[in-house]
């Protein structure tokens, strides 16, 4: 039997704390969801004989008639979760096959789908079998916080050398308001000549949420002045801390304040959970930078699909470009 819930049918059955058990990593929670995609975010799921086998959360929303299906801000994956089962290799692939299979079809139309899936599937067969594309991404991980010795052993000289420097010259603490950490973040982006891609009032929402669960903390470090250099975020649940976000003060930019940070956040998720993921990116800078402490490289996958209407726009955007000399034209999603 399947089974499509809202938001509310969804919490109904969950604890006051919004917590479901049925998840790979705090993204799929329902807190987090409410935080990041108040009213936009659903959930589908497979049941037999009353219990839940598979689960999936999904967000929605509309953009110029189009119905657009992404991963919400600030949430790096998005499920699915499937039960674990034993047997054969052969039968609990085929029963991810099935899983997955009875997800996919109970999903909406969407003119676009796009989303990154948990680390933990590794099988999209059943979603390039019924016409998605996929594709890999990548991020880096600590996956065992018990030896931190280790794990300073692990970083690069650079990165040694360059955390020594800030230590000297800088103070970490970890009672930054919300309103300063995005101020301190927007100067990042501003540097690079992008707007924010998160919004002050859902972030501020979000660390409410955290904090009040006892799930986000905030590192700075500063001079003696009382300059702030740079700021961290990291959230954590029993499995993983993961970086969220974090930026520097460009006229600080050479002090190293932000490698200290990653280290004192490693520091601490130690105490509060098994792994730290760097919840990696694509950019190669910054990838270079998380790799200098030494962790391991880990993929989760990407899946799509588009609609015919929206690959008719696409084509037209293209056709655009080409005549326009290849200039990138100014899209709308």
Known sequence: MTLVSDNVAARESESCEGTCAHTNCLFEQPWWL???APSQWREIMVEKGGEVFARMTYFS???????????PPLTPTLGPWLRPTEGKYATRLAMQHELLGELIEQLPNFDLFSQNLSGAVSNVLPFHWRGYDHFTRYTYQLA????????????????????????????????LSIQDF?????????????????GRDLLIRLDEVCRRRGQGRIFHA?????????????????????????????????????SLLMWCAIQFAAE???????EGSMNQQIERFFRSFGPRQATFIGVRR???????????????????????????F
Do not use: M
């Not at 015919?308 to 034209?329: Q, S």
């Open 306 to 332: 588009i609609s015919r209407r929206l690959a008719a726009l696409t084509a037209v955007k293209e056709l655009g470009e080409a005549c326009a000399g290849g200039r990138r034209l100014r899209w709308f």
């Open 144 to 175: 065992d916080l018990r030896d931190l010795e280790q794990i300073e052993h692990g970083f690069s000289e650079a990165c040694r050398r360059t955390i020594r420097k800030a230590q000297k010259q800088l103070t970490v603490q970890d009672n």
């Open 272 to 278: 509060v959970t098994r792994v730290f993921d760097f």
């Open 222 to 258: 500063e001079d003696v002045g009382g300059n702030i250099h740079a700021a961290v975020y990291i959230v954590w649940d029993e499995r993983s801390a993961y970086y969220l976000l974090g930026g520097a003060d460009p006229e600080f930019r050479s002090s190293g304040a932000h």
């Open 61 to 71: 929303r509309k953009k110029f008639g189009l119905t657009l299906s992404t991963n």
């Open 182 to 198: 995005y101020r301190i973040v927007e100067k990042t982006w501003l540097r690079q000549g992008r707007k924010p891609n998160v």
């Open 34 to 36: 409410d935080a990041v």
